[in-house]
């Protein structure tokens, strides 16, 4: 376990005890920055990445998705500010605990180094949304299964779920009130907590849209009765074919009597 050195323990304003003085950044803390951005960046980019090939194999053209597309994008520009923004708040807040006002026991190293909780932490769950928001993107060739429909909605509460992590950014303010910290560390806690709702709203829209789809093909008859009415009209068809076949050679047959008849 690696201590950071002059570090100065302080109460809050609420009588919490934080950090208020530490010294240079440490080597470990360094490399927990750095992880934290390039895992932003690689979750971000797997999200565009399958989002531009779906898209791209998809026709543009059909109504479905000339329809739905807002929604797809809405969800992508909601994503890519949550995590932007979130990124940089844990970035942010790992090089820089004592802007943070950092509680004792957040900021105290148990394995590694200091600040390891936060950084931790962030791990799964920038994985578990960058993940749920990828396979979302891969069900939209598929929307007009029921059971793809059912999936994305799972998907959709997944992203929700996910979103909710930002409310855990707002305990900052149960340690400090608001106007003691710097207007940069505001922006990155309470803009992770907007973000984050924005993000939920995109991913309720989706499902609401999603929702009314299934329930638009819950309508539509199925597969075995579409079966049976194909099968009916097939032998309607050769019904009327066989007595339009069958009044041809009748009337061949007259007119070949006739014939022999004048003779």
Same mark, same amino acid.
Not at 6 to 23: H, K, L, Y
Not at 26 to 32: E, L, P
Not at 211 to 231: A, K, V
């Given at each position: 376990?690696?201590?950071?050195? &002059?570090?100065?323990?302080?109460?809050?304003?609420?009588?919490?005890?934080?950090?208020?003085?530490?010294?240079?950044?440490?080597?470990? /803390?360094?490399?927990?920055?750095?992880?934290?951005?390039?895992?932003?960046?690689?979750?971000?980019?797997?999200?565009?990445?399958?989002?531009?090939?779906?898209?791209?194999?998809?026709?543009?053209?059909?109504?479905?998705?000339?329809?739905?597309?807002?929604?797809?994008?809405?969800?992508?520009?909601?994503? =890519?500010?949550?995590?932007?923004?979130?990124?940089?708040?844990? $970035?942010? #807040?790992? $090089?820089?605990?004592? +802007?943070?006002?950092?509680?004792?026991?957040?900021? /105290?190293?148990?394995?590694?180094?200091?600040?390891?909780?936060?950084?931790?932490? #962030?791990?799964?769950?920038?994985?578990?949304?960058?993940?749920?928001?990828? +396979?979302?993107?891969? %069900?939209?060739?598929?929307?007009?299964?029921?059971? %793809?429909?059912? /999936?994305?909605?799972?998907?959709?509460? &997944? !992203?929700?779920?996910?979103?909710?992590?930002?409310?855990?950014?707002?305990?900052?303010?149960?340690?400090?009130?608001?106007?003691?910290?710097?207007?940069?560390? #505001?922006?990155? !806690?309470?803009?992770?907590?907007?973000?984050? &709702?924005?993000? $939920?709203?995109?991913?309720?829209?989706?499902?609401?849209?999603? =929702?009314?789809?299934?329930?638009?093909?819950?309508?539509?008859?199925?597969?075995?009765?579409?079966?049976?009415?194909?099968?009916? &009209?097939?032998?309607?068809?050769?019904?009327?074919?066989? =007595?339009?076949?069958?009044? =041809?050679?009748? !009337? /061949?047959?007259?007119?070949?009597?006739?014939?022999?008849?004048?003779?």
């Amino acid at each position: 376990m690696e201590e950071g050195q &002059g570090v100065v323990v302080g109460v809050s304003s609420f009588g919490r005890p934080i950090v208020v003085a530490e010294g240079d950044l440490s080597a470990t /803390r360094y490399y927990f920055v750095v992880l934290t951005v390039l895992l932003s960046l690689c979750a971000l980019l797997h999200v565009v990445r399958r989002f531009l090939q779906l898209s791209t194999k998809m026709q543009l053209s059909q109504a479905s998705w000339q329809e739905k597309k807002l929604y797809w994008w809405g969800l992508l520009v909601a994503f =890519t500010v949550y995590l932007i923004i979130h990124g940089a708040h844990y $970035a942010d #807040n790992i $090089a820089r605990p004592v +802007a943070y006002f950092e509680p004792m026991w957040l900021y /105290r190293g148990y394995l590694l180094s200091t600040m390891e909780i936060t950084f931790f932490f #962030n791990w799964p769950a920038t994985i578990g949304g960058a993940l749920a928001v990828g +396979a979302l993107f891969s %069900t939209v060739p598929s929307e007009f299964f029921a059971a %793809t429909l059912q /999936r994305q909605k799972r998907l959709c509460w &997944g !992203i929700v779920a996910y979103s909710a992590t930002a409310l855990l950014t707002l305990m900052h303010y149960s340690i400090e009130p608001p106007t003691s910290y710097s207007w940069e560390v #505001n922006v990155t !806690i309470a803009g992770e907590g907007v973000a984050g &709702g924005i993000l $939920a709203l995109a991913a309720l829209m989706l499902k609401r849209m999603v =929702t009314r789809h299934y329930q638009s093909l819950e309508s539509l008859p199925h597969e075995s009765e579409l079966w049976d009415l194909s099968s009916e &009209g097939e032998l309607r068809e050769d019904k009327d074919a066989g =007595t339009q076949l069958s009044s =041809t050679t009748h !009337i /061949r047959r007259r007119s070949r009597d006739s014939s022999v008849s004048n003779e």
